[in-house]
């Protein structure tokens, strides 16, 4: 079964500060990964997704991220924050193809962009 | 367009009970999924639901807990005899279908607490 390990639990930055979340994936045959965002009182959102292709995928709010294979990884990084983007992160993983249909997600990364 | 949307979106119960969720996928989604998301154990996956084919029960952590799916729409999760550790968000996601490439798209959510 597939694991899915956010390293972070809670970064804290100033705004303008450069931000970069690590995701590391366990499964051994080909994913789909996906990261989601859940701001304070909202539901969850999706934030970008990786299918195949470039593996440096682009996302709503200037978020990106990039699939690197070898390491397993699909870290998500954004140049400048600002305080609109404190919220909670999740990162999320399914085999793809076939039949599968559960996504796996991390414990997730709290984010706190201070003013 | 109209996203998932769940009902109550909250719901505090006394330890014993039973209690009904509902979800209202967007329309046209085929596929229906149910996770829970609670402190220390993150989202975890409870049951799925794809066009007319037998449920997927796999995630239901005890058979308190049973889903249904009338007409492939709306689908209601119940608990019953509701035990505090059951206290959690529940979720319910929605999507094409699409076998590991189908995006998932989450509701609100219903907060549970169980006194």
């Known amino acids: 079964a597939q694991s899915v390990s956010q390293h972070n639990h809670h970064v804290i930055l100033s705004e303008a500060a450069s931000l970069e979340l690590g995701c590391n994936y366990s499964?051994?045959?080909?994913?789909?990964l996906f990261w989601y965002v859940q701001y304070p009182g909202q539901h969850l959102q999706l934030l970008l997704k990786?299918?195949?292709?470039?593996?440096l995928v682009k996302g709503i709010k200037g978020f990106e991220a990039e699939f690197i294979k070898s390491k397993f990884s699909f870290n998500l990084r954004k140049p400048s924050v600002q305080w609109s983007d404190t919220a909670e992160y999740f990162c999320?993983?399914?085999?793809?193809?076939?039949?599968?249909?559960?996504?796996?997600f991390g414990k997730g990364t709290l984010l706190t962009v201070n003013p | 367009g109209a996203g998932v949307s769940q009902s109550p979106s909250n719901k505090v119960t006394e330890k014993g009970k039973d209690v009904e969720l509902r979800c209202d996928p967007i329309?046209?989604?085929?596929?229906l999924y149910w996770y829970r998301q609670s402190l220390g154990q993150g989202l975890e996956f409870l049951i799925y639901?794809?066009?007319?084919?037998?449920?997927?029960k796999s995630g239901l952590p005890s058979d308190r807990f049973s889903a249904e799916r009338t007409g492939g729409s709306v689908s209601t999760l119940t608990i019953q005899r509701t035990q505090q550790e059951d206290s959690a968000v529940y979720l319910c996601?929605?999507?094409?279908?699409?076998?590991?490439?189908?995006?998932?798209?989450f509701g609100p959510g219903t907060r549970l607490l169980v006194l």
């Open positions: 499964y051994g045959g080909t994913v789909n």
């Open positions: 996601a929605s999507s094409t279908g699409l076998a590991g490439g189908g995006t998932q798209y």
């Open positions: 999320a993983v399914i085999p793809s193809g076939g039949s599968n249909y559960k996504l796996t």
């Open positions: 329309s046209g989604h085929t596929a």
């Open positions: 990786y299918f195949s292709g470039d593996p």
């Open positions: 639901f794809q066009g007319n084919s037998a449920p997927d």
